[in-house]
Antibody, heavy 119, light 111 residues
């Protein structure tokens, strides 16, 4: 059974940093693109970033470019999102999700971790 | 990329059918057969309900069906049940480096 478990969320002041983690199991983590998708309170889903299987391709949404860094450790089956220079508008639940090879939809999601940016 | 446009809310009585529209552009919905739909109950993660416009993952009720015409995709829920009350989001592949765009979301209410 595929499992994705996010952690690392919490309350942080504007300008601060957080690192989110997503522990994966039940599939061959090192073979798949991984994604971070966020949802601000009462709002819709927005893709933040994604990373290819070997970690060499890491595009970002314009809203987080230069502030967030996605990475992965295939030996630990873990996805990361380093978030720096956080702003109030980054407040959201952050989900990790998989898009399996050859498909174009998010077939597995974690439970999400809440990031709150506030003074 | 702009979010795909969905109605804010749709409602129906138990047993009725409802349809949620998802309007994009020729660069996303209109160009690809890769439209998916997600159901999200309050406080829960999204769940895949439809992929590649019309296909259902294993375990999803056949009361859920999808279609597409031009730049607009649709999700139909037939035989509406109380458990169908949730938010629904469409998503389209749009190519490029950040290729997935979601819809604005639709709250389905079962009267």
């Amino acid at each position: 059974e595929v499992q994705l478990v996010e952690s690392g969320g919490g309350l942080v002041q504007p300008g601060g940093s957080l690192r989110l983690s997503c522990a994966a199991s039940g599939f061959t983590f090192s073979s798949f693109w991984m994604h971070w998708v966020r949802q601000a309170p009462g709002k819709g889903l927005v893709c933040v970033s994604r990373i290819n299987p070997d970690g060499t391709n890491t595009p970002y949404a314009d809203s987080v470019k230069g502030r967030f860094t996605i990475s992965r450790d295939n030996a630990k089956n873990t996805l990361y999102l380093q978030m720096n220079s956080l702003r109030a508008e980054d407040t959201a639940v952050y989900y990790c999700a998989t898009v399996h090879s050859g498909s174009f939809h998010f077939d597995n999601w974690g439970q999400g971790t809440l990031v709150t940016v506030s003074s | 990329q702009s979010a795909l446009t969905q109605p804010a809310s749709v409602s129906g009585s138990p047993g009725q059918s409802i349809t949620i529209s998802c309007t994009g552009a020729s660069s996303d919905v209109g160009s690809y057969k890769f439209v998916s739909w997600y159901q999200q109950h309050p406080g829960k993660a999204p769940k895949l309900m439809i992929f590649e416009v019309t296909r259902r993952p294993s375990g999803v009720s056949d009361r859920f069906s999808g279609s597409k015409s031009g730049n607009t995709a649709s999700l139909t829920i037939s035989g509406l049940q109380a458990e169908d009350e949730a938010d629904y989001y469409c998503c389209s592949y749009a190519g490029g480096s950040t290729p997935y765009v979601f819809g604005t979301g639709t709250k389905v209410t079962v009267l």
